[in-house]
């Protein structure tokens, strides 16, 4: 019989709408959890209170409020506290099957050869924006177990290797994630593939948010040295490049000329393969025009956050410091 616990630990901040229905999820558990930690990072609009009341009445929940902690500080505040050998972690804004648990965690329980595990997620559209931006972020896991890694939305690993790694990367807004599990499979860490373990999740819905998603994306792979200026620079410049020649058409009608050539060369290398997979699902004269502004958007976004992340690598020490100290072991948490 095994010794193995379990905690689920999550980070929240103005998650009220719904809190309720990410607690439920866990309560609703086939494989119960021993402990339930959630941490939240300063809500404003009503979260801790409902928190508390679940506190209140299950036993199993534990609520820590950290105000002002990004992700990697939240984690690490709720792995720290939680008693259990198996941790499992999943983001606010996401629902849990009813056996995400059970099989999430079942690799881990089963035997000492993986440390960690990655499941997998469906997206849940409540309009056509989110249904083509899900589409287009939908990604798959590596078959190949050298290649796999583990995110924070869905996946589960041994405390002991969360105390080898050293924690989450607490200087990390994005990335964090990461970062973490590329150091724990610097450190031999092998990495499970659970696809029954699932979470639905919600695309951001409007064009703004998803933008800013994709910005600090690109601003957190900057940050940890994993964008490569070269590709940046050129994406950058074929996108300035049409923004440009379009603000100075009107001045220079030939400008134009510019514009759909710049388009078509995009169009053939970077929208009609996504166009393609997206009409595979969704057959609908409206599929290029969606796909092509989600396309187009997050990949602007993207590359200015790459940029940006770059530039606060170069200039700012904190960053490329603490990614040293970080990868060779010797960061560790407050």
């Given amino acids: 019989m095994t010794s193995e616990t379990v905690a689920v630990v999550t980070t929240v901040l103005n998650e009220r709408e719904g809190i309720r229905v990410l607690l439920d999820g866990f309560l ?23 928190l508390r009341g679940y506190a209140e009445r299950h036993p199993s929940i534990r609520v820590l409020v950290e105000r002002g902690a990004n992700i990697a500080r939240g984690r690490n505040v709720g792995i720290r506290a939680a008693s259990a050998t198996i941790i499992a972690v999943t983001d606010g804004g996401c629902r849990p099957e009813l056996d995400w648990l059970q099989e999430l965690v079942r690799p881990l329980v089963d035997g000492a050869e993986y440390g960690a595990v990655t499941g997998a997620r469906r997206i849940v559209a409540s309009n056509r924006f989110e249904k083509y931006a899900g589409l287009l972020s939908t990604s798959t896991n590596a078959s190949v177990e050298e290649d796999r890694v583990f995110h924070g939305r869905n996946s589960a690993f041994r405390k002991s290797l969360w105390q080898a790694v050293g924690g989450y990367p607490e200087w990390l807004y994005t990335a964090e994630d990461t970062l973490f599990a590329q150091r724990a499979k610097a450190l031999g860490c092998r990495v499970a593939l659970a696809e029954s373990a699932v979470v639905s999740w919600r695309p951001r819905p409007t064009l703004r948010k998803l933008a800013k998603q994709y910005f600090l994306y690109g601003r957190g792979t900057g940050r940890i040295g994993m964008s490569q200026a070269a590709a940046v620079r050129y994406h950058l410049r074929n996108h300035l490049l049409w923004m440009m020649a379009l603000l100075l058409s009107p001045l220079m009608p030939a400008l134009l000329l510019v514009v759909g050539a710049v388009w078509a060369y995009l169009y053939l290398n970077m929208l009609r393969p996504a166009i393609a997979q997206a009409q595979q699902t969704v057959a609908s004269p409206w599929t290029p025009v969606w796909v ?39 960061w560790r948490m407050d």
């Fill in 292 to 330: 092509g502004l989600i396309v187009m958007v997050r990949s602007m976004a993207n590359h200015v956050g790459q940029a940006y992340g770059m530039w606060e690598y170069s200039r700012q020490p904190i960053f490329s410091q603490s990614l040293q100290a970080y990868r060779s072991g010797q």
């Fill in 28 to 50: 609703a558990q086939t494989r119960k959890p021993e402990e339930i930690v959630v941490v939240d990072g300063g809500s404003t609009d009503g979260t801790i209170e409902v």
